[in-house]
Structure formats: C-alpha cells, structure tokens
C-alpha cells in the first residue's frame, strides 16, 4: 500500500512553475506502441512547439493571477493553470514493496521518458538505503 499528498495550489501563494521541454526533447508517437515516445522531432519542430507552449503557459499565469485578483477562490482559480506540465510538491509514503512495484513498472521502455528519468532517481535513493531488499523485490533485477 502506499499513499501521497500533492499540492492542490488551494492554500499556496507561491508562483507555478512548469516544465517546458527544450527544442530537443520533443518526441514522436512511437510506432508500435500505445505508451512512450518515438524517435526526437526535428529541431525545428521542437523550438516551434516550445515556443507555443511557452506563450500557452504565460497567458494561463496571467488568467490564474487575474481570476485571484478578482476575488475568485484559488481551487477555481487553478482551473486556468495547465496542470500536466505544472511541477508540484507532494508526499509520498508507502512500503517497500510497493515503491519496487513502482520503480519496475516504470523503468520499462515503453513508459514515457520523463517518468522512466523520476523512477531512476527513486531507485538510486531506495538502493542506497535498502540495497538487499530492493533487488529482492525487483526479482534480483538491477534495473
């Protein structure tokens, strides 16, 4: 079992940060497969869609601050803020076996890159602290 607590933007006054993928980063849908990426877009492709995004993201911040000007609620006013590319802070508790669960499932190559990068780190922190049990769990895989 496990469990987290995410931000909810509800109580804070901090400003939102998104991810923005550089020119490089952006990837085609792969061929064979429903998840994960394909090959890299051109660079050209790349540096138009984060030009895009970036004017996409500015003008919901500026939604986001008006609507909390106006006196709206902040769990409304969130609406305006794109959350998948929003970074946030969260808590995550759980047991062993189910961060193992995690880290398997999400290191395989068909999962999406960004998520593949977030399970490597996990697994690097959980090897240093419970090395034998780790690969235990992971079927003596070092992923």
């Excluded at 305006?80 to 590319?85: D, K, T, V, Y």
Aim: no cysteine.
């Amino acid at each position: 079992m496990d469990g987290w607590n995410e931000e909810s933007r509800r109580y804070l006054s901090n400003e939102p940060k998104f991810y923005v993928p550089d020119g490089a980063s952006w990837r085609s849908t792969p061929k064979k497969s429903k998840q994960g990426s394909g090959e890299p877009l051109s660079i050209e492709k790349g540096d138009k869609l984060t030009y895009a995004l970036t004017l996409l993201q500015e003008q919901a911040l500026q939604l986001y601050k008006s609507a909390l000007e106006d006196g709206v609620a902040p769990e409304l006013a969130r609406l305006f803020l794109p959350a998948n590319a929003q970074y946030t802070n969260w808590v995550w508790s759980g047991s062993l076996q189910s961060v193992s669960h995690f880290i398997a499932q999400r290191s395989k190559p068909d999962a999406q890159y960004e998520i593949r990068e977030y399970a490597q780190a996990v697994h690097k922190l959980i090897k240093g602290i419970f090395p034998i049990s780790l690969s235990a769990l992971l079927n003596g895989s070092d992923i």
